[in-house]
């Protein structure tokens, strides 16, 4: 499944580095837990995801409940199996153990983060996770396990794009602190690049998909798709890069 470019929608770049990067697509399916979907379909999309990672050598995955908040999860070693947490909206995954981490998205923005150490971290973004600082979370999670924000690539993978994404004048001032008198469209994309850039990320890719352009291919919430898909991250295992 994560072989096909049907299926998923890499992150550019991050093969190179030796990380597996991608979002899921429509054709696999929704993996929202949250849906109406009988229980037993989604989770046997799941099932078929983690026996592709172990196909990949790679053993652990982590999830969570999310909350629109500024959590991040660092993960350590020393379990295996699927980890999912009550309420967070980031993992980190060390180097030493591949880790697959995901955060589920249909507009929101997912955030992959990279360090050539191995250290991975996933962020899952909508307007109020950019508003609450989920990417400074995320760099600064990172800098206490020895990775500087000058080291680090970012890839802003498929999300809604600024000329779909239409806020309220009370959001938009928000997140710009611009004063509109009308909803206005708002690109989250961009503000998250120009955080990352003020933060010294030398490296930040921004997808061109739009859930909702693009909705043949994603799920969308603004769309009225109850669907999700994923996007995860891992570090290869040396003998898989």
């Known amino acids: 499944m994560i072989e096909s470019e049907e299926f998923v929608e890499p992150a550019p770049g991050f093969s190179a580095l030796g990380f597996l990067a991608f979002t899921t697509t429509r054709a696999i399916g929704s993996l929202g837990l949250a849906g109406s979907e009988p229980v037993s379909a989604v989770m046997t999309r799941w099932t078929t995801l983690r026996r592709d ?84 979370a995320g760099l600064d999670a990172l800098a ?24 309220s004048p009370d959001v938009f001032a928000r997140l710009t602190g611009r004063v509109v008198a009308v909803p206005t469209p708002v690109d989250l994309r961009a503000l998250i690049a120009e955080r990352a850039r003020a933060r010294g990320v030398p490296t930040v890719t921004t997808s061109p998909r739009c859930t909702r352009c693009d909705n043949a291919r994603f799920f969308s919430h603004r769309a009225g798709d109850a669907g999700r898909q994923i996007s995860l991250m891992a570090r290869l295992p040396v003998s898989s890069a």
């Open 144 to 167: 206490e396990v020895g990775c500087p924000a000058s080291e680090l690539t970012i890839h802003l993978g498929p999300a809604i794009c600024g000329r779909c994404y239409e806020v």
């Open 53 to 136: 990672l172990a196909a990949r050598g790679i053993h652990r995955l982590a999830t969570a409940g999310q909350v629109h908040g500024r959590q991040v999860l660092a993960h350590v070693a020393g379990w295996t199996g699927w980890l999912r947490a009550d309420a967070a909206d980031g993992h980190l995954a060390p180097a030493g153990a591949p880790t697959a981490v995901a955060v589920t998205v249909a507009d929101c923005v997912p955030i992959f983060v990279a360090h050539p150490s191995g250290t991975a971290v996933v962020l899952h973004s909508g307007w109020r996770g950019t508003e609450a600082g989920i990417l400074d």
